[in-house]
């Protein structure tokens, strides 16, 4: 099972599989979908190389479900048997592995006819170095726009920051100079209090002084004016001591008598208590007494079947008539009843073994065969498990590969575009230097213009004056 389960290299199947889509692309080999290859999948002996599809949307169905080509082809029952197992359990083998081969030559199927309802033809959108060419002229046309705009973008930026830092400035020193106008006002605020509260210091001890006296004075009259504390008199605290002591002897008669109704009340429950377990032990000891009396009677019975023989045999006729071969004759009977009895009791004994052996074998069998399909499922729930994660690292093996291949068309891309714009940076260059000489070589010539007297020396063939006699007339000394 191991041997028929083994996945090949993820690296080998990217390979086998692009290899293949390329030959199908360019026509080096016919074009075989899935359907195509199902016939030579039903052949156990068909080679590897025979199994891989050559169109491009049976690759890319396998690409997509990381589905390896070679692993659908068919097994006989034979390869699923295995030493000392039951035929059933290597059929059960094989009918799993069957149908998981056609699970997935269904998935296959499915998915190439997904491609083709989705339109997917196999060609690349701007391959490497393929469909870059179209673009490049629109690139260089809108490099120049491009720098421009980016340079507007920043200039508008620098602008926009400076303003920002400006408002900010502006703030903060508002804040600030708001900020010491109150600090300065808290001062001036302060020193006001200092100085009122300076000023107020001695009218207020002399009103305090003349409020103190005249508060005495209303005291020593008598009177019942405002702020004035009246105090209790003698008679009143006597009365009111005598009250309290009143109400302190009636608390002590009231506790004391809650506590003897406490007392009483716990007695008879202590009472009430005592006849309880008193009936309690007095029953218990009953029942022991009745128990140990039949245990007595019940162990002497006992002794007295013990000690007495079983002589009723003695009592027999023939003992008193002297029959002893009569006598001989029972005690031979029952001998070979009793070998009888033990004879047959061997029998069970070993027919019953046999019945369990049986039984043991039985569930013995039953209980390997759980074991094997058990083991079957568990084998097959890993093979699941082993088959998912090779799909999905060949699935993932094959979207590095997409994405290697897209940052290679991304490099080349923008390589050609960084040669294009140094081109133009470059031309740009060249024509700004050739402007600036023209403007230089123009200056010069304007000031020969307003310095010469004659305008003979200037004018050409046509009697006419020319920049551009001017200036292939004009050694260019700023080269």
């Known amino acids: 099972m191991n041997s028929i389960s083994a996945h090949r290299p993820a690296v080998e199947w990217l390979s086998d599989l692009?290899?293949?889509?390329?030959?199908?692309?360019?026509?080096?080999?016919?074009?075989?979908?899935?359907?195509?290859?199902?016939?030579?999948?039903?052949?156990?002996?068909?080679?590897?190389?025979?199994?891989?599809?050559?169109?491009?949307?049976?690759?890319?169905?396998?690409?997509?479900?990381?589905?390896?080509?070679?692993?659908?082809?068919?097994?006989?029952?034979?390869?699923?048997?295995?030493?000392?197992?039951?035929?059933?359990?290597?059929?059960?083998?094989?009918?799993?592995?069957?149908?998981?081969?056609?699970?997935r030559i269904r998935s296959l199927i499915e998915e190439r006819?997904?491609?083709?309802?989705?339109?997917?033809?196999?060609?690349?959108?701007?391959?490497?170095?393929?469909?870059?060419?179209?673009?490049?002229g629109e690139a260089s046309s809108g490099m120049v726009e491009k720098e421009r705009q980016r340079l507007e973008v920043l200039k508008r930026r620098q602008e926009r920051d400076l303003q920002q830092m400006l408002q900010y400035e502006v703030t903060r020193k508002g804040l600030l100079e708001k900020q010491q106008r109150k600090v300065e006002q808290m001062d001036r605020r302060?020193?006001?209090?200092?100085?009122?509260?300076?000023?107020?210091?001695?009218?207020?001890?002399?009103?305090?002084?003349?409020?103190?006296?005249?508060?005495?004075?209303?005291?020593?009259?008598?009177?019942?004016?405002?702020?004035?504390?009246?105090?209790?008199?003698?008679?009143?605290?006597?009365?009111?001591?005598?009250?309290?002591?009143?109400?302190?002897?009636?608390?002590?008669?009231?506790?004391d008598a809650e506590a003897k109704e406490a007392a009483r009340r716990n007695g008879e429950k202590r009472q009430k208590a005592q006849l309880r377990i008193s009936s309690a032990i007095s029953?218990?000891?009953?029942?022991?007494?009745?128990?140990?009396?039949?245990?007595?009677?019940?162990?002497?019975?006992?002794?007295?079947?013990?000690?007495?023989?079983?002589?009723?045999?003695?009592?027999?006729?023939?003992?008193?008539?002297?029959?002893?071969?009569?006598?001989?004759?029972?005690?031979?009977?029952k001998y070979h009843g009793a070998l009888t009895q033990e004879e047959l009791r061997k029998t069970h004994i070993r027919d019953k073994a046999k019945d369990k052996e049986c039984a043991l074998a039985e569930l013995y069998a039953q209980r390997k065969k759980d074991n094997d399909i058990r083991r079957v499922e568990r084998e097959f729930e890993l093979k699941t498990r082993l088959d998912k994660v090779d799909s999905i690292q060949k699935t993932n093996l094959y979207h590095r590969a997409q994405l290697l291949d897209k940052i290679m068309d991304e490099y080349e891309r923008t390589r050609a575009m960084i040669q294009e714009r140094s081109a133009v940076q470059e031309q740009r260059k060249m024509a700004n230097m050739t402007a600036s000489l023209h403007r230089h070589m123009i200056a010069q010539a304007m000031d020969q213009l307003k310095f010469t007297k004659s305008l003979d020396k200037l004018t050409g063939g046509s009697g006419t004056v020319s920049i551009n006699d001017l200036l292939s007339r004009r050694p260019m000394t700023a080269m």
Request: a positive charge.
């Open 113 to 136: 006819k997904a491609l083709i309802d989705e339109g997917w033809t196999g060609e690349p959108e701007g391959g490497r170095g393929g469909g870059g060419g179209g673009r490049k």
């Open 283 to 333: 029953a218990n000891r009953h029942l022991m007494q009745q128990k140990r009396e039949e245990f007595h009677s019940v162990r002497c019975k006992r002794v007295r079947r013990q000690q007495v023989p079983d002589n009723s045999w003695l009592c027999a006729p023939l003992f008193f008539s002297g029959g002893q071969e009569e006598l001989a004759g029972l005690r031979q009977d």
């Open 190 to 255: 302060a020193a006001e209090l200092q100085r009122h509260k300076a000023g107020n210091i001695p009218r207020a001890v002399a009103s305090h002084k003349a409020a103190s006296a005249g508060a005495g004075a209303h005291q020593d009259e008598g009177g019942a004016g405002d702020g004035i504390i009246s105090y209790p008199s003698a008679e009143e605290v006597r009365l009111r001591k005598v009250r309290m002591e009143a109400q302190d002897v009636e608390r002590a008669k009231r506790l």
């Open 18 to 103: 692009q290899r293949a889509k390329v030959e199908g692309s360019t026509g080096s080999k016919p074009k075989s979908s899935i359907q195509d290859l199902l016939e030579r999948a039903s052949d156990p002996t068909s080679p590897e190389s025979q199994l891989i599809p050559t169109s491009p949307r049976s690759v890319e169905a396998c690409f997509r479900l990381g589905i390896d080509p070679v692993e659908i082809q068919f097994r006989p029952a034979s390869l699923y048997r295995r030493n000392g197992e039951d035929d059933s359990i290597a059929q059960m083998r094989y009918e799993r592995s069957e149908q998981f081969r056609q699970d």
